[in-house]
């Protein structure tokens, strides 16, 4: 009986121990290292970018469309032709104005004293004159005084119209029917002669100014129609051709030429944009 027990007891200390020594030879993962202190972590790669679609043709990528502009038919600068005061101004900027309204009024108090001073002149000269004909009738006088005070009088009267013609500067009127784009000065201001008053454009029909390549020349003629799209209104208008220049840009290869829209718009403003179409062959 204890011979049994002690087989029994064996047994199970050999299966004992060669589990422990296979629980022993089984290897273990090695665990995972956390990073140095101050280390910079390691790049993520990014993921990749599905291709963008090339975006759709645009009517300026046209060989046969090119860039435009609308210019008004008259525009100006006015300037100031005198020293002085602005005591009168039409500022409002777009107001409409006529041709030879009065848009600036400069104070003129100096300039017309000086007329007056200018025609009293004249007058004594008048007299003066009147005098030297009357003696030379009774041969009180020779020739040359009454050709003298006749001199003087004409310079006197030459003074009187210079006196009017800076009289006439104080006021400075619009030279054409028109709208109103800019004032240079306020009201109260001293200028200069020179100085930029106001920026006028005509109230009317608008030029269409393209530059189009010198190679369309055996294509283009005055009167050529072509489709003109505004980028501000986004609408298409009919216009044609006017003008093309004598000289061709030799540095860019293009010519400049000058065109109508068929009509007047009136949505149409000068210095819109936008893009012409001709139907030319390449």
Same mark, same amino acid.
């Given at each position: 009986m204890k011979?049994?027990?002690f087989r029994?007891? *064996?047994? =199970? ?6 589990? *422990?020594a296979?629980?022993?030879q ?5 665990a995972?290292?956390?990073? $140095?202190? *101050? ?8 993921p ?5 679609? &090339?975006?759709?043709?645009? !009517? &300026? ?9 609308l210019?008004?038919?008259?525009e100006?600068t ?6 002085? @005061? ?12 006529e +041709? ?5 009024r ?6 017309? $004293?000086?007329v007056d001073?200018?025609?009293a ?10 005098? +030297?004909e009357?003696?030379?009738?009774l ?10 005070a ?5 310079r006197? +009267?030459a003074a ?6 800076q ?6 009127a619009s030279?054409?029917? *028109?709208?109103?784009? +800019? ?7 001293g200028v ?16 269409? @100014? ?5 190679r369309?020349?055996?294509? =283009? ?17 009919? $216009?044609k ?8 840009? $030799?540095v860019?290869?293009?010519i ?7 009509? &007047?718009?009136?949505e ?8 012409? @179409?001709?139907?030319?062959? !390449?």
């Amino acid at each position: 009986m204890k011979a049994t027990i002690f087989r029994t007891s *064996g047994w =199970l200390a050999i299966c004992l121990a060669l589990n *422990g020594a296979a629980v022993a030879q089984t290897p273990v993962p090695p665990a995972a290292k956390a990073p $140095a202190p *101050g280390a910079a972590a390691a790049p993520v790669p990014a993921p990749a970018l599905a291709p963008v679609p &090339a975006p759709p043709p645009t !009517p &300026a990528d046209d060989p046969s469309t090119i860039r435009v502009l609308l210019s008004p038919e008259l525009e100006t600068t006015l300037v100031s032709q005198m020293v002085g @005061r602005v005591v009168g101004l039409r500022s409002q900027i777009g107001a409409r104005v006529e +041709k030879g309204q009065v848009v600036v009024r400069f104070e003129c108090n100096e300039a017309a $004293a000086r007329v007056d001073m200018a025609r009293a002149e004249f007058a004594a000269a008048r007299e003066t004159l009147t005098a +030297k004909e009357n003696l030379r009738k009774l041969e009180a006088v020779g020739d040359m005084e009454v050709a003298l005070a006749a001199a003087g009088s004409d310079r006197a +009267k030459a003074a009187v119209e210079l006196a009017k013609a800076q009289v006439s500067q104080c006021t400075v009127a619009s030279p054409f029917a *028109g709208r109103l784009v +800019k004032a240079h000065v306020k009201l109260h201001q001293g200028v200069n002669v020179g100085t930029p008053l106001l920026e006028l454009v005509s109230d009317g029909p608008l030029k269409i @100014r393209l530059n189009a390549p010198s190679r369309w020349l055996t294509q =283009l003629r005055e009167g050529t129609p072509f489709e003109v799209t505004i980028n501000e209104t986004g609408r298409t208008y009919p $216009a044609k051709v006017t003008a093309i220049n004598a000289r061709v840009d $030799a540095v860019a290869q293009t010519i400049e030429l000058e065109a109508r829209l068929n009509g &007047a718009p009136p949505e149409l403003r000068p210095g819109m944009s936008g893009v012409a @179409r001709f139907r030319i062959q !390449p």
